[in-house]
């Protein structure tokens, strides 16, 4: 069967009890959309998406010219986590990928994302993204930064950021801008894993640090141009961010959690006879399918469940050996495979759906990476100035009115511990009701939360009137491809009728006319061909924006779904929670009423487009049945002339017997034969 089920969400955090749990490898699937030359030069598809969990691929029809693969299926389906079609934003693909994994991140669990696929599939896009549409690297970034803001008073972070590659098997530091540089090595330890000695870490005090470091690393990226790919990436680039965090209320023994996220844009694989590689471009080439070939191997023995528990080899590639433990040790990891739907793709995209179908048998173990730290007695010190900052800290935002009581009655027990010489206790949780906060910070929660539903409702009604307005110019694009299609058959039915030998050679008139409509027609093609590209060059424009839309109502969506996230971490008093659930009650129904009006302007569209549609069909019949009456007309008089030819025939043969045998003619008038037979008096001034 092709049931799956989704592992997104499960072991989030790992085992509560710091313990080690089950987690199956997450497979999603993203298929790139066709390029302007692919749509012009009008390259056939043969994938399809349904719903949201399975990609259809059509086998080619050469695949059946073969009597013995006659009754085989035509198609082949597989079910992932989830499947991203040709319309899929970045938001899209990380709301449903990564996002999932920066909770326990910060929970002290490694998490990893690859992007695997053939070259020139749009990897690099989904992981870097554009200058204006951040890839999955940036948006998860992003989200995690955010989440260590809201807990900086309560915990102290330390993020550190490395990026390398592997090219050639060479480990090269991305951060490094020296020329003589030295490839790098790639260790095993035993507590952290595989370790690459001598890597530049930087620390990053936000996501625009991280992406700067990124952008710097990428230009020093090894990218090449092939047949396949105008900017194929040469290596596997792999950016991994080093999370390292405590308790902000320093104590003598600490809990310190630490963890790794990874990402990683793989090469792409590629076929020597496609991309007309030729000297180096060759053998990175066959390096690159080198690594992919002994990572596939990897992901074939993880998911062969009768072969589980069996030694798999990692040492074929650096990159494998660098993977083992997103493969098979403590990580959560999440695949994102890409394909293309073109039918010269279709034996890469089958193979890649292949290793995607078997990596999702492949299971982890994942577990919290917690070390406990007890400080040494002349620590103590430190531990003790600390806290008084911490004091200061909490006094100041008391001044401010920006703490709760809590944070008083946290403060005075710090200044009473300080003072008797000891140390104080572990800050208790906050009691319920609003001295969980004040009347000032939920009046600004709520102007924000209002501020943020009026915005994601302004976005959708701007996405409804923009597709209403884009509408007719999308009825354009169908009618021009229609008529390009008519004109192309008749073309072709015209070459048909040539090569069978329908039309008279010696008729130059005839020939002469068929050259002229020819001419006419490769005239109004071209003009039709014209329309199409400015009407495409439109449609690509308006896709463009309406992509910005969507991402631009994505964000509200999730900075709304932040502000609804805190407000169900306070402690709200029922009128406070009353009013919220009023706000964003009221929300949900202004949003219905939107998606209701965008729901009817798009049937009242497809209505207006069947009736235009009905009214071609009816005149169009009408058109049938007046060149079939004519024809018919036309038939009829033929029919008629040939019977009264006929009879005059017969009439003719007739008359002159009888003229031979009496000598009269046919109106029994001697001596009138030549005349009656001239006349031939059946009627022929009628014929």
Known sequence: GIERTSSFGSNSGGDPSGGSSQSALAVTVRVRPFTDEELIGGEEGVCKVLGNKVVVMRLPEEEFSDILRANRSREKRYAFDHVFDQEATQQLVYRNTTKFLIRGVLDGINATCFAYGMTGSGKTHTMLGTPTEAGVMELTLRKMFREIAKSREERVFEVKVSYLEIYNELIRDLLNGADDAEPLDLREDPKQGPVVTGITEVTANSVTDVIHHVRVGNK?????????????SRSHAVLQVHVRQKSAIADVDMAVKVSKLSMIDLAGSERASKTKNTGLRMKEGARINRSLLALGNCINALGDKSHRGQYINYRDSKLTRLLKDSLGGNCRTTMIAHISCLRSHFEESLNTLKYANRAKNIKTTVKRNVHNVSYHITQYQNIITDLRGEVERLRARLARKESPSVAAAAAAAMAT??????????????PTGLTAANEGELEQLRASVAAALADRVALRKEIAEFDDACGPQTMDLAQLNAQIAQVEQEEEEERAAARHGLFDDQDEEAAAARKAAAAERQELLGDLRSSLTTTMAGV???????????????????????????????????????????????????????????????????LRAVLEHYTRLESQSRLQERIIAEQQ?????VQRQQQQRAGDTAGREGGGGRGERKGEGCDGAPGRVVEAAGAAACGVGAG
Do not use: M
């Not at 007309?633 to 008089?637: A, H, T, V």
């Open 220 to 232: 020093r990226r090894t990218c090449e141009a092939t047949q396949a790919n105008k900017h194929s």
């Open 417 to 430: 511990a300080l003072e008797h010489g000891g140390l104080p206790p572990l800050r208790e949780s906050a």
């Open 540 to 606: 690509r424009k308006n896709t463009r924006q309406r992509k910005e839309l969507l991402r631009r109502l994505e964000d509200a969506t999730d900075a709304t779904a932040d502000l609804e996230a805190d407000i169900q971490e306070k402690d709200l008093t029922n009128s406070w929670s009353d009013n919220f659930e009023t706000l964003f009650t009221s929300h949900n129904l202004e949003l219905q009423n939107v998606e209701l009006d965008a729901a009817s302007a798009g049937n009242e569209e497809a």
């Open 633 to 637: 007309r036309l038939l009829d008089g």
